[in-house]
């Protein structure tokens, strides 16, 4: 019997029953076969790549941010045009990440989500002690991005009606996730990949944990192996939250880095055009200028930003399966210009 899914994870369990039924399971995987002992697909997955249409994956990275280990993932997720969504442990985002970081993650195209303020067990909790560990997260994002996030996952999976009703009346969906490799047990990187061969569906949602190698390793593997089957990388939708513009423009002030996001990608015969929009308080009536760089070709002037801060950029761009990746020019005091990802072109 494949261990798969939340069912699994000792950490679900009251406080007292814990640690028994852990050393329960620790014995009991001491005494199975390898193939079920180590993988969260038992070995006994069917390929069904090739009946599967390709569609779109939502990856999650809960329990964020490590220093390390989060920009590197950054890096890689870039480097396939992928997108993302990211539930850290806010009590941690805010200690370890200033607001120009954390807007870095949402110019990129990726999302945030409340995860409590600590990690709690949210069904372990009364109603109203849930309600405040999750209005204290929201509160902590809002401060360091402007917005208060449109969703939420309970840690541990751990939530029943009362916690999505707490959620929704601080303005939140409940997200989970259909597949859950198990990284915290080091399950080898090829039973991870058949595993999520075998679950994935269009909509999938992977959950992984943005503070172990074996996460970088899982998916840049992943992504390297389904965006070349066609499969596309996306943030929840649930997660992107309508009005956030307004709110992260609000964080800036002159001497802070701009902020932005490309919202649409098409193609146009040999030409990719993106849409979206950038702020910087040091140019506050627009005039930003947008770069792109195509195909590995040096960086080129594609636009700027009008009175509303919105641009159009279009480059030539050849290849169709090579992301375009986009910066904003920061106005401000001398420093880096911040990217606004890479996009894969979505063919028309
Ligand atoms: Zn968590």
Avoid at 8 to 15: F, V
Avoid at 72 to 89: E, K, N, Q, V
Avoid at 244 to 264: I, W
Avoid at 295 to 311: C, I, K, S
Wanted: proline share 7%; charged share 20%.
């Amino acid at each position: 019997m494949p261990v798969t899914g939340s069912t699994a994870r000792p950490e679900r369990l009251h406080t007292g029953r814990r640690l028994t039924i852990l050393v329960l399971l620790v014995g009991l995987l001491s005494v199975l076969p390898a193939g079920l002992a180590s993988g969260p697909a038992g070995g006994s997955a069917v390929d069904l790549a090739g009946d599967q249409r390709p569609g779109v994956i939502h990856l999650t990275f809960d329990d964020g941010p490590h220093w390390m280990f989060t920009p590197m993932l950054l890096g890689i997720l870039d480097g396939y045009g992928a997108r993302a969504s990211f539930f850290p442990t806010v009590e941690s985002i805010v200690s370890r990440w200033d607001g120009d970081t954390t807007q870095d993650l949402l110019n990129r195209g990726h999302t945030i989500g409340n995860h409590t303020w600590r990690h709690a067990d949210l069904s372990q909790l009364t109603p109203w002690d849930a309600v405040a560990e999750l209005d204290r997260a929201s509160h902590g994002l809002a401060d360091l991005v402007g917005h208060r996030p449109s969703c939420f996952r309970a840690p541990y999976g751990a939530a029943g009606d009362v916690v999505e009703a707490v959620g929704a009346r601080l303005g939140m969906s409940l997200v989970g996730w259909t597949a859950d490799p198990q990284e915290w047990r080091d399950p080898p990187i090829g039973e991870v990949i058949s595993y999520l061969r075998h679950k994935r569906t269009d909509g999938m949602v992977v959950l992984l944990h943005d503070r172990k190698w074996l996460t970088l390793q899982i998916t840049r593997t992943l992504l390297d192996e389904f965006t070349r089957e066609g499969w596309r990388f996306e943030a929840l939708p649930a997660c992107r939250p309508t009005g956030s513009q307004e709110g992260r423009v609000a964080t800036r002030t002159p001497g802070d880095l701009p902020v932005g996001q490309v919202q649409r990608v098409w193609r146009i015969g040999d030409e990719v055009v993106l849409d979206g929009w950038a702020f910087d308080a040091d140019m506050p009536d627009g005039g930003l200028t947008i770069v792109l760089n195509a195909d590995g070709r040096a960086p080129v002037r594609a636009g700027t930003t009008d009175a509303d801060h919105r641009f159009v950029a279009v480059v030539e761009a050849p290849m169709v399966d090579q992301p375009v990746c986009v910066w904003v020019s920061n106005a401000g005091r001398r420093r880096h210009d911040p990217s606004l990802g890479c996009h894969t072109v979505i063919a028309p």
